[in-house]
């Protein structure tokens, strides 16, 4: 698994508790409203733990493009102006060493 498939891999992972998290928050305010605050309680307490789990997530996603960035290494390599509309023979940037990093 190449270092993007791992992002993308967290990243979904990430939306996914996120879509958990935004259910529990609609189930709990409903029966909030219906006063069964028994039921609101164990919901809240519920949500608590999964944005816990969200927030290690998230941070094992920045730990990771940590790792994964100190053995990034962009290779330029030289080139000579062209005039307009003159076609370059090759990439200029080598898409295989280039890595780009999410937020």
Same mark, same amino acid.
């Given at each position: 698994m =190449? +270092? ?8 979904? !992972? ?5 879509n958990?998290?935004?259910? #529990?928050? &609609? ?5 909030f409203?219906e006063? +069964?605050?028994?039921?609101?309680q #164990? /919901?809240? +307490?519920?949500g608590?733990q999964? +944005?816990?789990f ?5 941070d /094992? &996603? ?5 790792i994964?960035?100190g053995?990034t =290494? ?7 102006r ?10 200029? !940037?080598? !898409? =295989?060493?280039?890595? #780009?990093? /999410? /937020?």
């Amino acid at each position: 698994m =190449s +270092d993007r498939q791992v992002i993308t891999a967290i990243t979904i !992972l990430l939306k996914e508790v996120n879509n958990v998290i935004n259910e #529990i928050n &609609q189930e709990g305010a409903k029966v909030f409203r219906e006063g +069964d605050y028994e039921r609101a309680q #164990i /919901l809240m +307490d519920k949500g608590k733990q999964l +944005d816990t789990f969200h927030r290690k997530i998230n941070d /094992l &996603q920045i730990e990771w493009k940590s790792i994964a960035g100190g053995t990034t =290494s962009l290779k330029l390599k030289p080139s000579k102006r062209k005039r307009k509309g003159e076609k370059c023979p090759r990439p200029i !940037l080598s !898409l =295989s060493t280039l890595r #780009i990093e /999410l /937020l």
